[in-house]
C-alpha cells in the first residue's frame, strides 16, 4: 500500500550551499539547498531563491552571486541564514562569517566555506514562489585539501529541510 506523503521530504540528503550576492557596498548571504548544475558547456548553475527576499533583488540588480560550499561546522551559521531576512540584519555581522573579495564578481566569498563558484546571471525563470537563477560559472576554486579529498563535506542531514521548509511538510 502506498500514501500521500510530500515531495520535499523524499528529496534529501542535498547539499546545503551559502550563496552570497550584492557588492561592497550591500551584501547577503542566504542558506539554499535548490542549487544544481544544469550544463557542463557552457557551465551554468540553477538557484532556487524566494521571491521578494533580499537576496533575489539584490541578484536582479547586480546579475551576480556566489555559490559558496559550507563546511559542516557552520551548521548553526546555515540555519541562521536559512531562518532570517537580509532586510532585517546583516549576516556577516550576525553570524561573524569572514566577507573576502571574490575574483571577478563584486559580491564576497565567504572565507570559512571550502569552494566556491562565481557565477553571472544568464537567466531568470519564475518558478511559483521562487525565482529560478540560472549562472554562468566564471570562476571556481576550492580548499587545496577538498580538491585533493583530505577534506570531505557531508550531504545536509537530519531536519533542516522540516524547519526551514516547516510550511511545506504536514504535521503528524
Not at 510530500?6 to 547539499?15: A, D, G, T, V
Not at 542566504?30 to 521578494?52: Q, Y
Not at 544568464?122 to 585539501?145: P, S
Request: positive net charge; glycine residues 6%; aromatic residues 10%.
Amino acid at each position: 500500500m502506498k500514501t500521500d506523503v510530500e515531495y520535499l521530504e523524499f528529496m534529501w540528503p542535498m547539499r546545503h550551499f551559502l550563496i552570497t550576492c550584492g557588492d561592497e557596498r550591500k551584501s547577503n548571504i542566504i542558506a539554499v539547498s535548490f542549487c544544481m548544475p544544469v550544463s557542463k558547456e557552457p557551465p551554468l548553475l540553477a538557484c532556487a531563491i524566494g521571491r521578494g527576499t533580499y537576496s533575489a533583488k539584490l541578484i536582479e540588480s547586480t546579475k551576480e552571486f556566489i555559490v559558496n560550499l559550507p563546511p559542516e561546522e557552520l551548521k548553526p551559521k546555515i540555519y541562521y541564514c536559512g531562518f532570517h531576512s537580509g532586510y532585517q540584519v546583516d549576516k556577516f555581522k550576525a553570524t561573524g562569517l569572514t566577507p573576502q573579495p571574490a575574483r571577478q564578481v563584486k559580491a564576497p566569498i565567504i572565507g570559512e566555506c571550502v569552494a566556491h563558484m562565481e557565477c553571472k546571471v544568464r537567466q531568470e525563470i519564475e518558478t511559483g514562489d521562487k525565482i529560478l537563477f540560472i549562472g554562468e560559472v566564471i570562476e571556481a576554486y576550492a580548499d587545496e585539501a577538498l580538491v585533493k579529498g583530505e577534506r570531505k563535506v557531508e550531504y545536509a542531514k537530519g531536519d533542516f529541510p522540516k524547519k526551514i521548509y516547516a510550511t511545506r511538510f504536514r504535521r503528524v
